[in-house]
């Protein structure tokens, strides 16, 4: 049974409308940046918000279609982590989880069971007494999570599952977290800001920007050909759209690159920012990009520095910190950029 | 804690907050000042006393469960529908806050009075018949106090986050489940208070009381009207019900309330 | 502040049984004495009792019973001595059409009628047991109400087959009650006493005003409400 | 919105919750059957009738301030302070509530009267005098109305999230800014629920307002007191009165509300 | 005037013990798992919380030292941050951030002003009439970073500040933070999970486990020479203890390594996760580590593949797709892992 969602909601000047569809077993990763809607979708699939238009179905049970069918989200089977965990204060923390096959009917030892088991797989069964104010804020995410899965959903969806978590934490949960949804066999939706997470988790990105999909496919498919400048600098590529012709490509924010295939009309040009050299003059040779940029931004991150620099076009670099040192790179200061012809992608856009 | 956890109380909120706790308070001093210390013993033996409080902490404790019942959903329909002429509905609800006691208690004469507008079938048909019964006093306190649990009771619906019912419902709980098991549990310093409001007024009620259930020793004589007789004849007396009255209601108040609310802030 | 005698206000407090003819007294006087206001403030006499002791600025009190003057002599709040100004006697009180088929005291001792009558700690109740006692009647009431009023308004409403309340009230009440004259009711008369306050503000006009009460005039008022003269 | 956001109300909820509209409002008809309609005009002509009715408004508005400045600051003393004792507090603030009004208006003799323990210096020092004045009937309604205000407000402070008067702290509010600034509209529902309970209990008072301001007309006497005064002559002109006072209240609280609490859910 | 804090808080069987000083214009990241008690640091900074022992304080000016001293937060002059924003519903968007400035004295002309321009700088002028509840959950904490930013604090107190942002917009903020906390001179204590921001915006980063601080030091140097395994797993490292005796070191928990430079006594053993090579068999040659290992787990990462090997010791590798494809990689797959012994670096435990 696979979900079929075509979602429109008018909310005040902002519209959502996309079409999604989740098969069994499939994780579908919605990504985009704030404010593009993807709680809005969310919520529309579990039944918090109608749609003002549209179908949202599994299979032939349709769940929303406005304006003759609605089903209340205690009826659609749906399991949901909110972004805010919205823990129930007055419950402990094994009551929380407990709250979802107690709902549905199950007997309440047979619900702590499950509970604890729960608790057990997020690393908290030692918390299961505490109130939800007691923990910290990664703890209530992660016992939000075992709520949300505890009832075993036919849909499971989770609005930033990760976010709260911290990086050695983050690993385990995320590990475990694909274990579970490889096993229960159902549709997963993951709205999450985290690229990594969507790589590491989804079968299938969709891009959301406005309310709108602009870009959807498998996570290295996505990763490797960008469409947009949000996706690509999500998956840290140097994204340009340009006019290709034989093996020039006019970049349609001005500059220009020679690429080592050969190709015509309109076409997107990306390239890693490790891809970048910077040079204090101009450097010659074959197949080569060159064109004068000014540093924009240094940051340093753990093994890298990413420098940012303006220019026609502007590019973004990746170096090590002995180029810092001998460049003295430091913002304001004119340089060079090279890539190697053999290092950009082209791909029709 | 061995120092606030944030500094003194502002001037502002602590001198306005004691001039209004000595106004309910002084009162009370004031009676106490005058009630009859060295008779009061003598004044309140007889079993007429304890009948009556007996009487009065029965029939407004079952009037807060009918209010209870009642009213709790009649405030979560007020407060989480879109009803048509909500408005005008809540409104509605606050009239028999605004009757007159006696007035509310020939209302509801003419309603469930024996020629009442419903009383007249109940009685021909259930032979049932509520005024002079201890049945009627219920009602009558009901009547008066269930305004106060529906506005309190909505007020703190109002204020609780309906998100979180909305994540009940997505682990399967019906609005009935989610209501029972989240949002009266959210709301319960709310209705804690509604129902401390609507036990004491229930509590207090004479006029619809003594209008629609009339006043008979063991049956309907509540504290307050054994109070307002004893007026009449001996202030002395009636000062040292009052007191009784006070007293055992406090008591009540303060045992029940650090049950409900627990060591909460 | 007091105000020359020839005029000013004159402050009433009168039990809430003379609303209707002390409102018709307190006009009168006025347009006997231009110049004149009286206030009249209604209530139970017992509370307007406490009032007055508590030192309410009061000229002249009218209470429905003597025992509530009484609380006001103990406290010597009263200039000179109260005066009986009226007496109320007892009748059977019976919904309009007599549902209950009630015709004499006898039928207050009936289990299955249902009876109404005021509290003993009120005037009429006193008065009540007064003429059930010497009819020799147990009663087997229903209902002991805190006034008259109260009693009345159950019997308006056929709540209680029988009631006993005063001639007065009978005569108020109009159509939808009806009165059944009691032998007995020389038994169970209620004095109504007038006086002037030690306190007065007014002193002056205030014993004009009591004397008024007493007068042919205020007479005739009382009696045309069905009280009888002292 | 064109279909109900979480489907149908449950009759778990709908039923009790209109079988408790019903209660309080069948006996509302059951005083506008018995109403003199042919006389209503006649009867609530005269000048007497407009200044009972707007002493009453007066009278409850100002007793309702008066709840309001002395009463919040209480509310937020019992909910957020650590006070010891502060459930004997609490319960001790029931006390008016549960005290019979007329002993309520007894015990404010005793205190502010001439001869009271207050009083008798406010009178000697300053030549105040409360009882028989219009001032008097505000004291009479506030000490009867004010334990709805502040145990409604109670109520909603505790619960309401402390921590955004932390955040509001930290951004340099004290703790009276905060307390104006964000813990007052965070709790406006429950503060507006406690000014309604407050203002209808305020219009209706009877016993209190009778016995510590006496029954003066165009200056003590309000609309329950008419109502009163009429029940001894002429029941019909009584139960007109009670309709009147009943809907200006309603027309003000379902204005006033409107306005209050505006378009929130 | 520097921030001098020692903490000590105890809460329930939590007990918070740490000393914290933050020059001026410094930035102090606290990194730690969840649970470890930098939310409850932060509070008691912020006066929220008042210490159980110690000393919070300002230069000469006292903060908090029991049993005499508790000056209130309002009057502390600090900014916070908080991890669920905490913006008031009530308020529209500008009179959020104008809150701070009037509360503070200012007029209120001037106050929105401030904080219209503040709205600028996190990108969201448009949205100041909205209420917060209409916001989604990354704008609502661009909102609460103005809010607190508005008021230029003497110490600024942030709590996972980043955590809701998209990458995108995070990118932006980021720099944008970055350059605020040059600019304004105060001192700024930031909690975060995410390395990156730390290593970003910290001068300093403290690693707080348990209530306690394990290690402190410049980013470089905390990313090069972890103390603990959360550390490690943090910056990307594979870390272990053990007794070195020449070029040979003995892990504590088992297997050994070859190092380049000779050491003696407890030491550190850190390498890359990139350092690390897989082979089908065993892999000869001289100065090199090699020993049998199981993989354990694939992570797909952006350009890389994490793996997770069990072993003697277990240790994490970085590859690239190709050699995934190669090797057919997939859980309990025996594989050689090897490292070269020049990538491997010593330091005293
Ligand atoms: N109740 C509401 N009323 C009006 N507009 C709203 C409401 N809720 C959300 N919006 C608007 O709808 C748009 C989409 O919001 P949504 O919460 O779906 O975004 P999001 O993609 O989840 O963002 P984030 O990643 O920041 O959580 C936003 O522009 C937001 O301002
Ligand atoms: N009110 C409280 N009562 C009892 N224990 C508490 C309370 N608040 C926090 N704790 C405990 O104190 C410890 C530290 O919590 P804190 O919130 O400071 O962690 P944190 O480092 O901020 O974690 P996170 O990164 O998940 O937000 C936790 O173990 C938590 O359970
Ligand atoms: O007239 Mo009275 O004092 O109510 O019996
Ligand atoms: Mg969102
Ligand atoms: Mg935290």
């Known amino acids: 049974m696979t979900l079929h969602a075509a979602l429109r909601v008018d909310r005040g000047t902002f519209r959502l409308d996309l079409t999604l569809t989740v098969e069994p077993g499939e994780v579908v990763a919605l990504l985009g940046p704030n404010g593009a809607g993807k709680t809005t979708a969310l919520r529309a699939v579990a039944g918090l918000l109608p749609v003002d238009a549209g179908q949202v179905r599994l299979d032939e049970e349709v769940w929303d279609e406005p304006p003759t069918v609605f089903v209340p989200p205690e009826r659609r089977g749906v399991g949901v982590v909110f972004q ?233 670099a990746d170096v090590t910190p002995a180029v810092v040192a001998e460049l003295r790179l430091s913002p304001g200061r004119p340089l060079w950029a090279a890539v190697k012809a053999t290092e950009v992608i082209t791909y029709p856009a | 804690m061995r120092r606030p956890t944030r500094g003194r109380v502002p001037l502002l909120v602590a001198l306005p907050s004691l001039v209004g706790l000595a106004f309910l308070l002084v009162p009370l001093v004031g009676l106490l000042a005058r009630a009859p210390w060295s008779t009061l013993g003598t004044r309140l033996v007889g079993p007429e006393v304890g009948q009556a409080l007996l009487l009065s902490l029965t029939c407004a404790s079952l009037a807060t469960v009918l209010c209870l019942v009642l009213g709790v959903p009649l405030a979560w329909l007020l407060a989480r529908t879109e009803l048509p002429g909500r408005g005008v509905l809540r409104a509605l609800v606050t009239v028999p806050l605004v009757l007159p006691p006696v007035v509310g208690g020939v209302a509801l004469l003419l309603v469930l009075g024996r020629r009442g507008l419903v009383g007249q079938y109940l009685h021909d048909w259930f032979g049932v018949s509520l005024p002079f019964t201890t049945a009627g006093v219920v009602v009558a306190e009901a009547f008066v106090a269930m305004p106060f649990l529906v506005i309190a009771v909505e007020g703190a619906l109002r204020a609780a986050d309906p998100r979180f019912e909305e994540a009940a419902a997505t682990l399967g709980a019906t609005r009935w489940v989610a209501f029972r098991r989240v949002t009266l549990p959210s709301i ?11 036990w004491a007024r229930a509590l207090g009620e004479f006029g619809a009381t003594i209008t629609f259930a009339g006043n008979f020793p063991g049956r309907t004589t509540t504290m307050p009207l054994a109070v307002y007789l004893a007026l009449e004849t001996d202030p002395g007396a009636a000062i040292a019900l009052s007191i009784v009255l006070l007293v055992v209601s406090v008591a009540v108040l303060v045992s029940l309330r650090d049950r409900w609310i627990g060591g909460a802030p | 502040s007091p105000e020359p005698a020839a005029g000013g206000e004159v402050v009433v407090f009168a039990a809430a049984s003379l609303t209707e003819t002390f409102t018709e007294l307190g006009t009168r006087f006025e347009d006997a004495n231009p110049g004149t206001t009286v206030t009249v403030s209604f209530g139970g006499s017992s509370g307007l009792a406490t009032q007055i002791v508590e030192g309410a600025p009061v000229d002249v009190f009218a209470s429905a019973s003597p025992a509530t003057m009484d609380q006001v002599v103990e406290a010597d709040a009263v200039s000179g001595k109260p005066a009986v100004f009226a007496r109320n006697a007892l009748e059977i009180a019976v919904p309009a059409g007599n549902p209950g088929r009630v015709t004499g005291l006898a039928d207050f001792g009936d289990e299955d009628r249902t009876i109404a009558l005021c509290a003993e700690q009120v005037p009429c109740g006193a008065a009540a047991r007064q003429a059930l006692a010497s009819a020799g009647v147990a009663a087997k009431p229903d209902t002991l109400e805190q006034d008259v009023r109260a009693v009345l308004t159950k019997v308006e409403l056929g709540e209680v ?70």
Chains 1, 5 share one sequence.
């Open chain 1, 84 to 316: 805010d965990y919205l823990l129930f204060a007055h419950l402990s923390v094994l009551e929380n989880v407990a709250f979802g096959p107690r709902a549905r009917g199950m007997d309440r030892a047979g619900a702590r069971e499950r509970a604890r088991s729960w608790l057990e797989r997020v690393g908290l069964a030692d918390r299961a007494a505490a109130r939800p104010r007691a923990l910290s804020g990664g703890q209530a995410q992660r016992v939000a999570l075992a709520r949300a899965l505890v009832t075993e959903p036919a849909v499971l969806l989770l609005d930033e599952p990760l976010a709260a978590l911290d990086a050695s934490t983050r690993l385990h949960v995320r590990s475990s977290l694909g274990h579970h949804l490889a096993e229960y066999g159902g549709r997963t939706l993951l709205v999450t800001h985290d690229p990594l997470d969507a790589m590491v988790l989804a079968d299938r990105i969709v891009i959301v920007e406005h309310g709108q999909v602009v870009q959807q496919g498998a996570p290295a498919e996505v990763a490797r050909r960008p469409r947009t400048d949000y996706v690509a600098t999500l998956v840290g590529l140097n994204l340009y759209r340009g006019l290709a012709s034989g093996t020039t490509v006019r970049l349609a924010d001005g500059g220009r690159f020679t690429v080592a295939e050969p190709a015509a009309g309109p076409v997107h040009v990306a390239f890693p920012p490790s891809a970048v050299g910077l040079h204090p003059e101009p450097v010659a040779g074959s197949p080569r990009n060159s064109w004068p940029v000014t540093v924009a931004d240094v940051e340093q991150h753990a093994h890298t520095v990413r420098v940012r620099l303006a220019g026609n076009p502007p590019v973004l």
């Open chain 2, 188 to 198: 319960m310093p709310g209705l804690v208070a509604g129902t401390v409001l609507c």
């Open chain 3, 161 to 230: 087959d029988a009631a006993l309340v005063y001639h007065t009230d009978v005569l108020a009440a109009g159509d939808e009650v009806e009165g059944i004259a009691l032998p007995e009711s020389a038994a169970a008369v209620n004095d109504y006493l007038v006086a002037t306050l030690a306190e007065a503000p007014n002193p002056d006009r205030a014993a004009a005003f009591v004397a008024f009460v007493r007068s042919e005039q205020g007479r005739s008022v009382l009696a045309d409400a069905g009280f009888q003269a002292p």
